[in-house]
C-alpha cells in the first residue's frame, strides 16, 4: 500500500511563503498524475494544483500565480510552493496520487498538513 505524507504547514503571517511536502512510500511518481488539495473549515476540499506524470502542471485560476507544484522523482516527492499567503490560504492541504498500473488507475491520499495564515 503507498503511502502519502505531506509536511512543511504551519503558521504564517499573511504575505508569507510556505513549501509544503509530499513523500511517497514508493517510486510512483514516474507512473502517476499528484495533485494537491486543501480543505477549509466547513468548506468542500478543493483542488490547488497538479503535475502529471511527464511533468505538465495545471492550476485552477484561484491559485494560479501563488502556487508552485514540483516534484523529484529521485526523492520520490512532491512539493507545493506557496507564496503571497493569504488568510483565505487558511486549510488542510492534502497530497494525492493517481497511479496507473497496467490500465487500472490507483488512488493516494495522505493524511494532510495544517497551514494556518494569521497575523
Known amino acids: 500500500q503507498v503511502q502519502l505524507v505531506e509536511s512543511g504547514g504551519g503558521l504564517v503571517q499573511p504575505g508569507g511563503s510556505l513549501r509544503l511536502s509530499c513523500a511517497a512510500s514508493e517510486s510512483i511518481l514516474s507512473s502517476s498524475a499528484m495533485g494537491w488539495y486543501r480543505q477549509a473549515p466547513g468548506k468542500q476540499r478543493e483542488l490547488v494544483a497538479t503535475i502529471t506524470s511527464g511533468g505538465s502542471t495545471n492550476y485552477p485560476d484561484s491559485t494560479k500565480g501563488r502556487f508552485t507544484i514540483s516534484r523529484d522523482n529521485a526523492k520520490n516527492t512532491v512539493y507545493l510552493q506557496i507564496d503571497s499567503l493569504k488568510p483565505e490560504d487558511t486549510a488542510v492541504y492534502y497530497c494525492?496520487?493517481?497511479?496507473?498500473?497496467?490500465?487500472?488507475?490507483?488512488?493516494?491520499w495522505g493524511q494532510g498538513t495544517q497551514v494556518t495564515v494569521s497575523s
Open positions: 494525492n496520487a493517481n497511479r496507473l498500473i497496467r490500465g487500472l488507475v490507483y488512488n493516494y
